[in-house]
Nanobody
Framework: QVHLVESGGGSVQAGGSLKLSCAPN????????LAWYRQAPGKERELVSS???????TDADWVKGRFITSRNNAKNTLYLQMNSLKTEDTAVYYC??????????????????WGRGTQVTVSS
């Protein structure tokens, strides 16, 4: 079962913008720390940004203001606004929650989850 669902990926030309969304399937993540990761072909998965439950976002150094991470707790949704996209931003983008979903099968009674990812392709 998929517990996090990303959407909004697609193909865009360099310099363009995309907005990704992530929502949980079957639970509320408004009180949890969340994050965006990405994995480019042939590379390891890397952190894009993290956001605390109060909405404080911390970006990876390479983001340099091009991306904006936000959340709408009332809508139970996480966002990643990506601007000034570059070809090197081509990757599968994943959202993640940290020890958020209640479950008796996980350590401490809460599971961390990953989405299946959404493909972002930036062409020159």
């Amino acid at each position: 079962q998929v517990h996090l669902v990303e959407s909004g990926g697609g193909s865009v030309q360099a310099g363009g913008s995309l907005k990704l969304s992530c929502a949980p399937n079957g639970y509320v993540f408004s009180t949890c720390a969340l994050a965006w990761y990405r994995q480019a072909p042939g590379k390891e998965r890397e952190l894009v940004s993290s956001i605390s439950r109060d909405g404080t976002a911390t970006d990876a150094d390479w983001v340099k203001g091009r991306f904006i991470t936000s959340r709408n707790n009332a809508k139970n949704t996480l966002y990643l606004q990506m601007n000034s996209l570059k070809t090197e931003d081509t990757a599968v983008y994943y959202c993640a929650s940290d020890s958020c979903r209640p479950s008796p099968y996980c350590s401490g009674g809460y599971c961390s989850d990953w989405g299946r990812g959404t493909q972002v392709t930036v062409s020159s």
